[in-house]
């Protein structure tokens, strides 16, 4: 089973700030999603990665495979980005309807301040 | 349309109550999934279903039952719930959901419910 690990688990910034939330796991997977949970709201799936990197907006999301590790960026913070964000993975070996199975990290608590 | 709509929004019930959660999507979808999430705490698989069958029960109580009455519409009965059972009910749909289908998951704004 897949160890997903989060840090920081509470980040707090100023507007304007770039911020960084990591993420790794321990067994080898074929795909890892950033998910964006805001206070007693649903989620938003923000990327989904198996190499390289990916930019929507102020958002970059990077993964390294081979050292099993992921970060998501956000440039130029905003007190809207504060939410909880959630990395999770699928593992690759992982079969049959096995996409269900996502491993959750606990999550990283983000506030920016004005 | 890339929305996953879940209703209620809001649920109150007492623990003889039959109540059901509903959840639709038209993106065309064939995985549809039933989460829970306590406060603070990750989401929790419950139910998988692809191509309208249930393919995953994650060892869930009786007093869960799913229902997938056609590939837009999931829902889930509950029956007798008890206090530990109030939580965050999240809906999620994406493409398929076999192996090396690593397609993307949306999921709804959920259903906040408290059993009293």
């Known amino acids: 089973k897949n160890e997903v690990e989060q840090s920081p688990q509470n980040l707090t910034a100023q507007e304007g700030e770039f911020i960084t939330i990591n993420c790794s796991y321990s067994v080898g997977i074929s795909a890892l999603h950033w998910l964006q949970q805001h206070p007693g709201g649903g989620i938003v799936s923000l990327f989904m990665l198996s190499s390289g990197k990916k930019k929507h907006g102020r958002l970059i999301a990077t993964i390294n495979i081979q050292e099993k590790h992921s970060s998501l960026h956000i440039t130029a913070s905003h007190p809207r980005d504060s939410a909880v964000y959630i990395c999770?993975?699928?593992?690759?070996?992982?079969?049959?309807?096995?996409?269900?199975?996502?491993?959750f990290g606990q999550g990283t608590i983000l506030t920016v301040h004005p | 349309d890339t929305e996953v709509t879940q209703t209620p929004k809001h649920l109150v019930m007492g623990m003889t109550n039959k109540k059901s959660l509903k959840c639709e999507q038209h993106m065309g979808h064939r995985a549809m999934y039933w989460y829970k999430q306590k406060a603070k705490k990750p989401p929790e698989l419950m139910f998988v279903y692809s191509y309208e069958k249930l393919s995953i029960n994650e060892s869930v109580p009786s007093r869960f039952s799913p229902e997938c009455p056609n590939s837009s519409l999931l829902n889930l009965h509950l029956h007798a719930l008890q206090p530990e059972d109030s939580a965050l009910y999240l809906c999620?749909?994406?493409?398929?959901?076999?192996?090396?289908?690593?397609?993307?998951?949306?999921f709804g704004q959920g259903t906040r419910l408290t059993v009293v």
């Open positions: 999620a749909s994406s493409q398929g959901a076999g192996r090396g289908r690593n397609t993307e998951a949306f």
């Open positions: 999770a993975v699928k593992d690759l070996n992982a079969g049959g309807t096995s996409y269900g199975k996502l491993t």
